[in-house]
């Protein structure tokens, strides 16, 4: 298959470029294989296709890397966490959790420790 990528990647944080022309090299569970040529400051970027003339993301740059000398990238497939996400949107919408008081929740200490992630629940 033949994809492309916009991305944003170091030393370009204010110009997006296009690869329109990269080859899926070789698919394992959860991820392509791909011969575009990313840097650092792609993660997250979007790799599509075209179905019917319109742009379809099918996956997601998560690294760069080498391969036989090559280089590549590698992407994660978004299509069961997709489905996934979008079933989580469909069942909170038909059935809203009660309201409640904000909570936070900080990782990697105790509460009385600053710093960290910080999660919201409405």
Same mark, same amino acid.
């Given at each position: 298959?033949?994809?492309? *990528? =916009? &991305? ?8 997006? !470029?296009?690869?329109? +022309? ?7 569970p ?5 011969s ?9 970027a979007?790799?599509?296709?075209f ?5 379809? *993301? =099918? &996956? ?8 036989? !000398?090559?280089?590549? +990238? ?11 996400l ?37």
């Amino acid at each position: 298959d033949v994809v492309g *990528i =916009v &991305s944003y990647a170091l030393d370009r944080a204010d110009a997006p !470029s296009i690869q329109e +022309s990269c080859r899926v090299l070789a698919r394992r569970p959860g991820i392509l294989i791909l011969s575009c040529d990313v840097d650092f400051g792609s993660s997250g970027a979007p790799i599509f296709t075209f179905h019917n003339g319109k742009p379809q *993301i =099918v &996956s997601v740059v998560s690294a760069k890397s080498e391969l036989n !000398s090559h280089v590549v +990238s590698i992407g994660s497939a978004v299509q069961a966490p997709l489905q996934e996400l979008r079933q989580l949107l469909a069942d909170q919408i038909n059935n809203p959790p009660a309201r409640s008081d904000p909570v936070v929740r900080r990782l990697g200490g105790s509460a009385t420790q600053s710093g960290g992630a910080k999660f919201v629940r409405p």
